[in-house]
Every structure is written in structure tokens, then in C-alpha cells.
Nanobody, 122 residues
Framework: DVQLQASGGGLVQPGGSLRLSCAAS????????IGWFRQAPGKDEKEFLC????????YYGDSMKGRLTIARDNDKNTVYLHMVRLNPEDTAVYYC???????????????WGQGTQVTVSS
């Protein structure tokens, strides 16, 4: 099994909100940055969304900037992604991944969760 597990996806109406979770092993959580990516239907690449470091640092990409909040629960070894004002263009499979580096490049991430489907539709 992989070290990361994404969950919390589902169907939401436009304008709605959703919170995704990424559960990690203690070692991964405490020594890696955790990034969120998404892959839209029919596309090959994974789009960077945001990253959270073990020191509390955060960085948000342009795609959903202003509509995302990333947070860590140290007791649960879990990173949360709260998304608001969702629109149909946000429909995608959302992935969390870990990296030793502070990076937006998907190729530099070491481990990936299975992803969770988010569908935004009226």
C-alpha cells in the first residue's frame, strides 16, 4: 500500500465547498512536504494546487488561489484541503503526494495517494 490516502471527494453543486483529507504515515507526515494536485478528465498531466511543509510553510498555485486553504492536523498525521466556491472546471481527480523538496513539480514527488474524485455539477 501507498503511504498516502486521499479521501473526501464527491458530488457538489457549483458555488459549494468541500473538504478533502490526506492521511499519511507518521514518518511521511513529519519529514515531507505534502502537495495537492488535480487531474482533469481527459488530461494526462497533474496540475499543482498547493503545498504544506512540516514547518508550517504553505504555498498556493494560481489555479485555485484564493479558494483553497491547506491545514495540518499533527495528531492525526493528516493534511486537509478546504475548497470553496467550486465551479464545473474544478471537476477532477484530486491527489495528495509527498516530497522531500519544496517544489511544484509533480515529477519530484516521491509518493502518491490513490486520488479522490470531485465532481462539480448542477
Amino acid at each position: 500500500d501507498v503511504q498516502l490516502q486521499a479521501s473526501g471527494g464527491g458530488l457538489v453543486q457549483p458555488g459549494g465547498s468541500l473538504r478533502l483529507s490526506c492521511a499519511a504515515s507518521a514518518t511521511t507526515f513529519r519529514n515531507h512536504a505534502i502537495g495537492w494536485f488535480r487531474q482533469a478528465p481527459g488530461k494526462d498531466e497533474k496540475e499543482f494546487l498547493c503545498i504544506s511543509g512540516s514547518d508550517g510553510s504553505t504555498y498556493y498555485g494560481d489555479s485555485m488561489k484564493g479558494r483553497l486553504t491547506i491545514a495540518r492536523d499533527n495528531d492525526k498525521n493528516t493534511v486537509y484541503l478546504h475548497m470553496v466556491r467550486l465551479n464545473p472546471e474544478d471537476t477532477a481527480v484530486y491527489y495528495c503526494a509527498s516530497s522531500w523538496l519544496w517544489t511544484v513539480e509533480s515529477a519530484n514527488y516521491d509518493d502518491w495517494g490513490q486520488g479522490t474524485q470531485v465532481t462539480v455539477s448542477s
